[in-house]
């Protein structure tokens, strides 16, 4: 057994106090490794919340085919999965790498091999896959790629199988993680550099609404071709007249949305509820109206719906030939204008990865969650917290002030307790503002996904009892005309 390891090497690392027995490491160099007796590893994919750590090397084995063969089935975990896939592709690398030097005819005094870098992530063409898609962008700003990213480099193709959800909700036989657990690890987020994600696809998007417009100019910032389509087609021309005072061309505006999917590889729809998005799809001039095969283009659905929906949809556009994702967004107006939303995708895996530039250009992180519906049950469980909060808050504030509190006290406090949270202190401050009209979350979309998660609740039998008054607070404030505003305004209607 190999005992004397050196920086570079590739090793298993025994781990006494963790949920995982092994994990696989490459060795490294550290100033303080002789006096500490102990040897510095770099953790593949990052051992549960540690990339760097010491290790006795009793503790150490070296990795190869024999231990390989033991120990890569040690857990069934998705990042261990992640972890061994990122050591054998480095482990390929460097056995490529001895096979060519020992069959070059060299000179005697040529040149020994240079030791492997201990940069903590390998640049997106390294491990041959997903050379355009797999890279990841900070927020803010895009890391040059000589700067070592925390997590490392994710082997994305070869997880995605072993981390899905399924269709049931249940996670795949082979793993012992947490639905959410897995999908957080199959992310949009990869290490890469700007020419990484190029738009290499033509654009096209069937909305221009509250949250669309925000996606859409930043889809046309990050240098995508875009034609567009809305029944407001008024909104689109405005759009195309700025545009092309920088960028003529770039903006085309279709006269339907059967007319955008000829002109365009993956369509975006965006509209206000499940109803419209299945005419945008289905009806007379959608999207697979007149056309006997979609060869492969995608489609990406975006609206707030419910998986039943989301499912038909599917078959609507796989029976043309086509590609589908479901694409849910977690965010507001401000954050669709910022780039800022978070999106949960489920569906055809290839599109997920071609969607990768677009997903960059609107979103902080873009997760994959397996089969088709598991993405809309994701987005309406979470839009159950936002709405079952809110109400909460406002009631809260109305008792504040029938008490004479001040309701900007009552903020200002909360703020310091480990409840607040940016979702809720924003939407306090527009209730202590009363400022309902502007519109970050229409009341209207927020009673819609509360309507559909009850309608999933009832095919389940799961009582919703939380929810089900939640939703009656909001159609009660949508009954006394506030359809157009914030879904803030529901304070309204627990004050009056």
């Not at 195309?240 to 005072?245: L, P, R």
């Not at 369509?267 to 299945?278: L, R």
């Not at 965010?331 to 997920?352: H, I, K, Q, Y």
Request: proline share 4%; glycine share 8%.
């Amino acid at each position: 057994m190999k005992t004397n390891f050196k920086a570079g090497d590739l090793v298993w690392t025994h781990l006494k106090k963790d949920t995982v027995a092994v994990w696989p490491a490459r060795v490294e160099n550290h100033p303080d490794q002789a006096a500490k007796g102990q040897i510095y590893v770099y953790y593949f994919n990052g051992k549960p919340n540690k990339q760097n750590g010491w290790a006795a090397p009793s503790s150490i084995t070296e990795y190869n085919e024999e231990t390989k063969a033991k120990l890569s089935q040690a857990s069934s975990r998705a990042d261990f999965k992640i972890a061994v896939a990122e050591i054998e592709a480095e482990y390929q690398k460097s056995q490529s790498k001895e096979d060519s030097e020992k069959g070059d005819a060299v000179e005697p005094e040529a040149e020994a091999p240079k030791p492997v870098r201990q940069s903590k992530r390998k640049s997106s063409n390294e491990s041959g896959e997903c050379s355009t898609s797999a890279s990841k962008i900070a927020k803010g700003k895009r890391k040059p790629a000589s700067e070592p990213v925390e997590n490392g480099t994710k082997q994305y193709k070869a997880i995605v199988a072993d981390t899905v959800v399924g269709g049931d909700g249940r996670t795949s036989p082979n793993s012992d993680l947490d639905p959410i657990d897995q999908a957080s690890l199959v992310t949009g987020d990869f290490g890469g550099t700007p020419q990484d994600m190029t738009p290499t696809s033509i654009i096209g998007f069937l909305g221009l609404g509250i949250m669309s417009t925000g996606m859409v100019n930043n889809l046309i910032k990050a240098g995508h071709k875009v034609n567009l389509w809305s029944r407001q087609i008024d909104k689109c021309y405005k759009l195309k007249e700025k545009v092309d005072e920088v960028n003529e061309g770039q903006v085309n505006v279709c006269v339907a949305p059967c007319d955008v999917m000829s002109e365009s590889d993956i369509v975006f729809n965006c509209c206000s509820d499940p109803e419209t998005a299945q005419k945008n799809v289905s009806d007379n001039c959608g999207v697979t109206h007149d056309c006997e095969n979609l060869n492969g283009k995608g489609f990406v659905e975006m609206t707030g719906i419910d998986p039943n929906t989301s499912l038909k949809l599917s078959e609507y556009i796989h029976a043309k030939g086509g590609r589908y994702l479901e694409a849910q967004l977690q965010g507001s107006r401000d954050e669709a204008a910022d780039g800022t939303l978070l999106v949960l995708t489920a569906g055809d895996n290839s599109l997920f990865i071609d969607c990768q530039s677009c997903f960059q250009a609107i979103s902080k992180s873009s997760l994959y969650l397996g089969e088709v519906g598991v993405a809309s049950k994701v987005y309406l469980i979470m839009q159950l917290m936002q709405g079952i909060s809110l109400v909460g808050l406002a009631e809260c504030l109305v008792l504040a002030d029938r008490c004479g509190i001040s309701g900007k006290d009552i903020i200002n406090i909360f703020n310091m307790t480990n409840m607040s949270s940016p979702y809720l202190r924003k939407k306090a401050n527009k209730i202590v503002d009363k400022d309902f009209k502007q519109v970050e979350q229409s009341i209207k979309n927020m009673q819609k996904d509360f309507r559909l998660a009850l309608g999933l609740s009832d095919e389940l039998m799961q009582p919703l009892i939380l929810t089900s008054a939640a939703n009656e607070v909001f159609k009660h404030s949508r009954k006394l005309g506030y359809d157009d505003h914030d879904c803030s305004c529901i304070y309204m209607k627990a004050r009056y």
